[in-house]
């Protein structure tokens, strides 16, 4: 186990087409980043993780593509959750694009390679690794993509109680999407934290429908605080697009996102209001639930974006909830215009997991708004459920 120096500092469903982005609340540029770099503080930092997604989706993309022709290409961990090499795969390729560059900075993420070594596939991985990573001329090794798995795993670092500076990367949210062969959404999501600041965040989803008449899909979403969130095709170079969240101002008309494992019933605002998810017109007490995509960074995006308003996930006492499942959604959303707070309304801690930064403890849950909404399902949560 590596103890690391905090004292350094570093400059699934079916996604329907019928929820339309905004059309006036944007604006694009072309550039390798959406904005001139001396405005971004972190801006090496940005580029690197572009890049780093941009090659995490491709090699998706891939294994996707081969992944019912091969059986031994999906797994499923111990905790019966689905896994695919593709998972492994990102990992490896994020660290090691990232660990070139800035090798100081650790990586806090959802893998490690016990699971490959012991089912002997860890040549399935590696051959996906090579084909996707930025190596020159030299050869990565079994030991180097193991290695650079585990840089992210449990055991890596102990954060010794202080702030610090570090990676949060989700191979990819919404795996059992990914698995599934159709257009199910999922998303590669990484985030930088500095002294418990999100500074910046890219999200990957290959499946996003496009907002172009081409008939591309995918997209990348990028924030860096202070410099907004952008998006832009996946698929090929062109222009950056500002996006910010709607702007609803009233509950009872706002799109709602839920997690595909907590019905609405199971939900505090449930008491106040019955879901629609067709696009007819919505009656009495009626609000708009928008069908469901796998994993919760898929919500973040869908908010971010401008194309649902409220994304709301109840804890569980029997199930932890894992900071890369949140925090690269949460400086996207913030950097859009909207807000993110638990069921109490205070902001989410990454730090609270003081040695591992691997588990938040939101109270209640999360809630994700367009910040406008946000004072109003706060209240209404806590109506509803006075005991959080």
């Not at 629609?276 to 908010?303: A, F």
């Not at 591992?356 to 708004?369: D, N, Q, Y």
Request: proline share 4%; glycine share 8%; charged share 25%.
């Amino acid at each position: 186990m590596h103890i690391l120096d905090t004292g350094a500092r570093f400059s699934a469903v079916r996604f329907s087409p019928v929820f339309n982005p905004p059309r006036s609340r944007h604006f694009t540029v072309r550039a390798n980043l959406p904005f001139p770099k001396h405005q971004a503080k972190y801006h090496r930092e940005l580029e690197a993780a572009i890049d780093a997604v941009d090659r995490a989706c491709r090699l998706c993309v891939d294994v996707k593509r081969s992944l019912f022709s091969s059986k031994d290409k999906i797994l499923e961990k111990n905790d019966q959750t689905p896994v695919t090499i593709a998972d492994f795969g990102v990992q490896a390729l994020v660290s090691l694009e990232l660990s070139k560059l800035f090798p100081s900075i650790p990586l806090v993420a959802e893998e490690d390679s016990l699971f490959l070594r012991e089912n002997n596939l860890v040549s399935s991985v590696v051959s996906e690794v090579i084909a996707k990573a930025s190596v020159g001329d030299d050869r990565l090794s079994d030991a180097d993509v193991l290695e650079a798995i585990d840089r992210g795993g449990k055991d890596a670092y102990t954060f010794c109680n202080k702030p610090a500076t570090y990676w949060v990367l989700d191979p990819i949210d919404g795996t059992r999407g990914f698995l599934k062969g159709d257009d199910a959404l999922y998303v590669v999501g990484l985030a930088l934290v500095v002294d418990n600041e999100i500074v910046l965040g890219v999200m990957g989803c290959p499946n996003w429908p496009g907002d172009s008449s081409d008939g591309t899909t995918g997209t990348l979403m990028l924030s860096h605080s202070g410099c907004g969130t952008w998006t832009k095709n996946l698929q090929v170079s062109g222009d950056w697009t500002r996006r910010f969240v709607d702007a609803c101002g009233l509950v009872n008309k706002a799109r709602f996102c839920i997690q595909d494992s907590q019905p609405w019933e199971s939900l505090p605002l449930s008491g106040l209001f019955d879901t629609k998810i067709d696009s007819g017109d919505l009656h009495g007490n009626e609000i708009r639930l928008l069908p469901t995509c796998c994993g919760s960074l898929c919500k973040y995006l869908m908010i971010a974006s401008g194309r649902a308003s409220v994304f709301l996930l109840r804890a569980r006492t029997e199930r932890t909830i894992k900071s890369w499942d949140h925090a690269v959604g949460i400086i996207c959303v913030h950097e859009a215009g909207g807000k993110v707070t638990d069921w109490e309304g205070v902001d989410i801690n990454l730090e609270e997991d003081q040695s591992e930064r691997r588990i938040i403890f939101p109270a209640g849950g999360v809630v994700v708004s367009n910040g406008s909404l946000h004072h109003q399902l706060l209240e209404m949560i806590s109506s509803a459920s006075p005991t959080i």
